[in-house]
């Protein structure tokens, strides 16, 4: 990271940071996002992050990025994972354990299927 | 997602259960489900709607059309016309004369529904917190640019006046004027101080943005900074919130690196650095005062006010201290302007307010909406109505020390004017909603007992006050509690108003006051009836004895 | 880890270094407590002493300190501390089915620590997990969405 010191460095690391990630995203196929506040830790996101990098390992799926955030304020649902497979809308579940995360690797990863059951109702 | 279009509320209270409402809130989900209108029609049920003469009724938001009584076989047809069509299903529509107080609200609506509108959580849950580069993807830093390379600190704080932004904690504090008295001094060096010591019982909107969003708190200290003529910042952090704590560590390291802290930002003369100082475990620390003597090395009891921090802050240094929710709106004001600010909310409370919703509804959680949405909007579309249909008792607003607001106020605008003129609070944004199982004196007595253990007891109304109202409330729960009692209890509650050193005394009288007002009949009940007429004390004089 | 398995030497140098972390400034002091605090679960009255001697800030202020905050503890606490919450957002939502389900598994009230040295049990204040509730910390683990028939099975996982 080299020092930002105006605002043209500022936009140049955003565009260079942006063109990374469309090179990043073109070569992946998709992206797993876990919610990883203290609410949606407290409900078990650690486990369920946990079971999803050992499903990627255990099934050497390497062109798919794993990333974390913070928690989006729906509690009630925590953890929460947000999978987008190419360029398709991200789809989020809702109460992923161990178990939901396992199903949604094998179904929606490796075969494309969208688990609707686990899906989180809009406006919930 | 597509904004709400419609919103659907059944009416859940007993009659109208015996009457087929549960099944009428099936159809109505199917049925709406299978016109494909699932993601723009929200269906719930709300309890007793407050008109009794045509139930189960069914009102539909905005048009406010009432219908009613509406069977299970009328579902479909309703749906048809109203939500597809978009026309009054003729023959259903409940008679209008009879409108009552309670739901005349509908025809004063502005005809939208309020919808989420994200300024402070507009990245959390969307960004990863720990990576820098996210959150400049996300227009980071743009706002700490800005301000250091075209705006000089007095059109700063210009615009953060202008915008009509008011402390979040609780108080209602305009900021741009706090940090106008602190730029004023010219009594150096001064403290920009960011207070992260969340501890009111249901809120944690502050710990989700330094959980999602680190950086923004940082951003916005340091635009704090330039506008007063700070050069270093605190950000006090309740001991509990350890995750809040590493986050923050890393963003404030990655900031420096970047150079968005240090010397000579943006290549402007103007340096600035942060230090995040843990709490351990005191409520009081989040009084401003309390706060600071907290940082100085002391036990944290409030100092005596004035001379307020603007002037006497830490090290009887000028200092800005704002609460984590206000200070992180000032960037997104300064990158689009006063004017942009002011679009949202209310003209007397413009932005918006993160509420926490707690308690007995569908789905809990956190939003972010502007100033002036309802508690029954609230309910309704982002609670998706009560638990089992039940019907709303009260809300406590604000946590331990903000109102209990009884389901009568339950249509008053939620924005700090027009709750005060209803003589209740807004406090921190916690909304815990209590059906009808809970028990006044029961939610008093554990309110009480919070500010009991959360007593600095440095001054006698409150260290006492706060025992003996907790004995007093203990005692009528357990069915031995006295006439003599509710004098006490009255008494207590006024001193702790008058005589309390600091807001935390002063608002341990608010549960008290706020249930003797809204529900009396309950609490005497308890006392000349010895019933729990909600059937949640133990009402057996076993653990009064033993205190 | 108690002051018992330490030499005097040992607690001297951890205070030692645990000041050097924050340095011997009023306003490292509550992180420096709460570090020591950390270390050995309290704050034993021998790292008090060495406290004292190293800030060259009397006993009684360290202790005055000490006291007031929750987080600080100036007695042993057991191996495991359970904290539960006990504020209204867990209440009304069957927080106190699981106070007493805890109260009757570990034959404990507020404050106390077992025989064994095993369990301390402490209420708390509203923890910020509300979304959650009902909720207990175990050390440091957090456990949400808590029922009552859950609770055995979240103490079995300590030893």
Not at chain 2, 463 to 492: F, H, K, P
Not at chain 2, 494 to 521: K, M, W, Y
Not at chain 3, 36 to 65: C, D, H, W
Request: hydrophobic share 40%; net charge negative; proline share 5%.
């Amino acid at each position: 990271m080299s020092a930002v010191k105006s605002l043209e460095d500022l936009r140049r690391v955003k565009e260079e940071e942006l063109e990374r990630r469309k090179a990043r995203a073109a070569s992946s196929r998709a992206q797993i996002t876990v919610g990883m506040g203290t609410c949606g830790i407290a409900a078990g996101a650690r486990e369920t992050m946990q079971t999803i990098l050992e499903a990627i390992e255990d099934e050497n799926l390497g062109d798919i990025i794993v990333s974390q955030t913070g928690c989006v304020g729906l509690c009630e649902w925590d953890p929460i994972v947000e999978v987008a497979i190419g360029q398709e809308p991200k789809v989020t579940y809702g109460k992923v354990s161990p178990e939901k995360a396992k199903a949604i690797m094998r179904e929606h990863i490796m075969e494309s299927k969208i688990i609707r059951k686990y899906v989180i109702p809009a406006y919930a | 997602m597509k904004p709400i279009r419609s919103l659907v509320l059944v009416s859940s209270d007993p009659e109208s259960i015996g009457r087929g409402a549960q099944e009428v809130h099936r159809r109505l989900q199917r049925a709406i489900e299978a016109a494909d209108l699932e993601n723009e029609v929200v269906v719930s049920m709300v309890g007793d709607v407050g008109r009794h003469d045509a139930l189960p009724m069914v009102i539909i938001y905005p048009e406010a059309t009432i219908y009613g009584p509406v069977t299970p076989e009328n579902v479909p047809f309703l749906v048809e016309e109203h939500l597809v069509e978009r026309r009054i299903a003729a023959g259903l529509e409940a008679s209008t004369r009879e409108l009552s107080g309670r739901i005349a609200w509908l025809s004063a609506r502005r005809g939208t529904l309020p919808a989420e509108q994200r300024i402070v959580l507009a990245r959390a849950g969307l960004i990863d917190p720990e990576n820098v580069e996210d959150y400049i993807v996300h227009d980071g830093y743009e706002a700490l640019a800005k301000a250091l390379t075209e705006m000089t600190p007095a059109e700063v704080i210009n615009e953060i006046g202008k915008s009509g932004l008011k402390g979040r904690g609780g108080a209602g504090f305009p900021t741009g004027m706090k940090w106008r008295f602190v730029s004023q001094t010219d009594d150096y060096p001064k403290y920009i101080i960011c207070n992260a010591d969340e501890s009111e019982p249901g809120t944690f909107k502050d710990r989700l943005i330094l959980e999602g969003d680190p950086h923004s708190v940082i951003e916005a200290m340091a635009i704090a900074g330039y506008a007063v003529g700070a050069n270093e910042g605190y950000i006090y952090i309740r001991g509990e919130y350890v995750l809040a704590q590493e986050r923050l560590a890393t963003a404030i390291s990655q900031a420096r690196q970047m150079g968005f802290l240090g010397e000579t930002i943006f290549g402007s003369d103007f340096s600035f650095d942060i230090h995040i100082h843990a709490g351990a475990g005191a409520y009081i620390c989040g009084e401003e005062t309390a706060l600071i003597e907290s940082i100085e090395g002391k036990r944290g009891e409030p100092r005596s006010r004035p001379p307020y921090p603007t002037t006497h802050g830490l090290w009887g240094k000028p200092s800005v201290v704002n609460n984590v929710e206000t200070i992180v709106n000032v960037p997104p004001i300064i990158q689009h302007g006063a004017a942009w600010y002011r679009r949202f909310g209310t003209s007397n409370s413009p932005g918006t307010k993160v509420y926490t919703i707690l308690g007995n509804v569908n789905v809990t959680g956190l939003i972010e909406v502007p100033m002036g949405i309802t508690l029954r909007e609230v309910i309704a579309i982002y609670g998706k109505g009560m638990q089992d249909g039940a019907s709303l008792k009260l809300a406590q607003t604000g946590g331990s020390s903000g109102s209990i607001v009884p389901a009568s106020l339950q249509d008053t605008p939620l924005d700090f004017d027009s709750y005060a003129r209803a003589g209740v609070s807004l406090g921190s944004g916690a909304l815990l909603i209590c059906n009808e199982d809970t028990c006044v004196v029961d939610l008093a007595k554990v309110s009480l007992n919070f500010f009991k253990r959360e007593s600095c007891g440095k001054c006698t109304p409150c260290r006492v006050g706060t025992q003996r109202a907790y004995q007093i409330l203990t005692a009528i729960s357990e069915g031995v509690g006295t006439q003599q009692d509710l004098d006490d209890l009255q008494m207590l509650s006024e001193n702790l108003t008058e005589f309390s050193h600091c807001g935390l005394g002063q608002t341990a009288s608010v549960p008290i006051r706020d249930v003797f007002r809204h529900f009396r009949a309950e609490v005497d009940a308890h006392v000349q009836l010895k019933v729990c007429p909600a059937g949640a004390c133990p009402m057996s004089g076993q653990l009064a004895k033993a205190a | 880890m108690t002051v018992g398995t330490k030499s005097a030497q040992d607690v001297n140098s951890l205070v030692q270094e645990v000041v050097g972390r924050h340095g011997a400034t009023a306003e490292a002091l509550v992180p420096i407590l709460s570090d020591i605090n950390q270390e050995f679960g309290y704050l034993p009255s021998e790292t008090m002493a060495a406290l004292s001697q190293t800030l060259r800030v009397p006993k009684s202020q360290l202790f005055s300190v000490a006291s007031f905050y929750e987080m600080l503890s100036t007695k042993p606490r057991g191996r495991h501390v359970i904290q539960f919450c006990e504020s209204a957002p867990c209440h009304v939502v069957g927080g106190r089915q699981v106070w007493q389900t805890l109260q009757d598994e570990l034959g404990l009230e507020t404050g106390e620590t077992s025989e064994d040295g095993k369990w301390t049990l402490l209420t708390s204040s509203c923890l910020g997990i509300c979304g959650v509730g009902p909720v207990i910390i175990v050390d440091d683990d957090i456990y949400g969405n808590v029922a009552p028939d859950g609770v055995p099975e979240i103490l079995a996982r300590y030893a």
